[in-house]
């Protein structure tokens, strides 16, 4: 069971926040709509761990719930929110959430810009207010003090969050997401890329396929990463465009293409894991210098998984993030 919970960001900014509940009671070829889903026929995109064949329809409005207090229930006491990357969506953690869910309360967020949040001017996309939009959502929730899941932009959100606001947070996942600043030539590698999207795609299986085999980013076959990219889309009148604005996702990573996030990184006082895929983007040596300067760091990686690494191995990544979460959890 999912649902959506409206939480009001950083200057009032809406924000959607997905509450995973426990698997629902469905048989094998019936499973329950999450974020961005529906139960519609059409072109499934079936890969946010509801189970093989989940028609996927991005971007399809849910009533949103107000505030609640948290659930107090048995084993559901403990906060986790989960963040996504950038141009990603809560939905990209619902495999991630939905184990969680048998143990812990976990909340996934649409960051600003993303998902089914409010789209917004460029200037409004800063890194404070991704961070203020964290805090808020941990405050308004009722989940603090949680431990804070982070993918790529959303991860250093969390070691901000973390540095900022100890009182809020008890743990992070740092989940292949680089502290060095990336350099310029980066950004333009960025620019010419989105330049390359052959937009509008006719179809979703379109979409697969040009981000899962003919994207030149891609080195060989990733049908994990076509389905990822399949749930940031959604359809206008003449095809599919992503739900975000490039220009925006540009004007956003210019925090971490232009500037280091050690100091910082320094100043986080809890539990915190660095995760990365061996074919990441994330390096080995720079993903250990990071448990170095982390006050209480600790380092797993992933075989065989590229950046998506929650989303590429879901269960390597879940014995990679399980006994930490317990550990922290427990304590």
Same mark, same amino acid.
């Given at each position: 069971? &999912?649902?959506?919970?409206?939480?009001?960001?950083?200057? +009032?900014?809406?924000?959607?926040?997905?509450?995973?509940? *426990?698997?629902?009671?469905?048989?094998?070829?019936?499973?329950?709509?999450?974020? #961005?889903?529906? *139960?519609?026929?059409?072109?499934?995109?079936?890969?946010?761990?509801?189970?093989? +064949?989940?028609?996927?329809?991005?971007?399809?409005?849910?009533?949103?719930?107000?505030?609640?207090?948290?659930?107090?229930?048995?084993?559901?006491?403990?906060?986790?929110?989960?963040?996504?990357?950038? $141009?990603?969506? /809560?939905?990209?953690?619902?495999?991630?959430?939905?184990?969680?869910?048998?143990?812990?309360? !976990?909340? /996934?967020?649409?960051?600003?810009?993303?998902?089914?949040?409010?789209?917004?001017?460029?200037?409004?996309?800063?890194? =404070? %207010?991704? &961070?203020?939009?964290?805090?808020?959502?941990?405050?308004?929730?009722?989940?603090?003090?949680?431990?804070?899941?982070?993918? %790529?932009?959303?991860?250093?959100?969390?070691?901000?969050?973390?540095?900022?606001? @100890?009182?809020?947070?008890?743990? &992070?996942?740092?989940?292949? $997401?680089? !502290?060095?600043?990336?350099?310029?030539?980066?950004?333009? =590698?960025? =620019?010419?890329?989105?330049?390359?999207?052959?937009?509008?795609?006719?179809?979703? %299986?379109?979409?697969?396929?040009?981000?899962?085999?003919?994207?030149?980013?891609?080195?060989?076959?990733? @049908?994990?990463?076509?389905?990822?990219?399949?749930?940031? $889309?959604?359809?206008?009148?003449?095809?599919?465009?992503? &739900?975000?604005?490039?220009?925006? $996702?540009?004007?956003?990573?210019?925090?971490?293409?232009?500037?280091?996030?050690?100091?910082?990184?320094?100043?986080?006082?809890?539990?915190?894991?660095?995760?990365?895929?061996?074919? +990441? =983007?994330? +390096?080995?040596?720079?993903?250990?210098?990071?448990?170095?300067?982390?006050?209480? #760091?600790?380092?797993?990686?992933? /075989?065989?998984? #590229?950046?998506?690494?929650?989303?590429?191995?879901?269960?390597?990544?879940?014995?990679?993030?399980?006994?930490?979460?317990?550990?922290?959890?427990?304590?």
């Amino acid at each position: 069971m &999912v649902r959506r919970i409206d939480v009001t960001g950083a200057d +009032g900014v809406r924000l959607a926040a997905w509450e995973f509940g *426990e698997p629902p009671k469905a048989g094998p070829d019936k499973a329950a709509p999450g974020p #961005g889903r529906a *139960e519609t026929g059409g072109d499934g995109a079936g890969r946010d761990g509801a189970g093989p +064949g989940l028609p996927f329809v991005p971007a399809q409005a849910q009533a949103p719930e107000p505030h609640r207090p948290p659930d107090t229930g048995p084993g559901r006491t403990d906060g986790v929110l989960l963040l996504h990357g950038l $141009m990603g969506r /809560a939905s990209h953690w619902a495999s991630t959430a939905r184990w969680l869910a048998e143990r812990h309360r !976990a909340v /996934a967020l649409d960051q600003r810009g993303h998902g089914q949040s409010e789209k917004l001017p460029q200037a409004a996309c800063t890194r =404070e %207010a991704y &961070v203020e939009d964290a805090e808020a959502a941990l405050e308004q929730l009722g989940l603090a003090p949680a431990v804070v899941i982070g993918h %790529a932009m959303g991860a250093l959100t969390a070691w901000q969050l973390a540095a900022r606001r @100890p009182d809020l947070v008890r743990g &992070v996942v740092i989940c292949d $997401m680089r !502290a060095s600043a990336l350099g310029a030539a980066s950004q333009r =590698e960025w =620019e010419d890329w989105f330049k390359a999207w052959p937009v509008p795609f006719a179809t979703l %299986a379109d979409v697969r396929k040009w981000f899962g085999e003919d994207d030149p980013w891609v080195e060989r076959p990733n @049908p994990a990463r076509g389905e990822f990219y399949a749930e940031v $889309m959604h359809e206008g009148p003449d095809g599919w465009r992503p &739900v975000f604005e490039p220009q925006q $996702m540009l004007t956003s990573r210019e925090a971490w293409v232009y500037d280091a996030h050690w100091e910082e990184l320094a100043q986080v006082r809890c539990p915190a894991l660095v995760v990365r895929g061996l074919d +990441g =983007e994330l +390096g080995r040596a720079e993903a250990q210098e990071m448990v170095r300067v982390l006050p209480h #760091g600790e380092y797993a990686e992933v /075989a065989d998984a #590229g950046h998506l690494v929650h989303y590429d191995q879901p269960e390597a990544w879940r014995a990679a993030v399980e006994p930490f979460l317990d550990a922290v959890l427990a304590g």
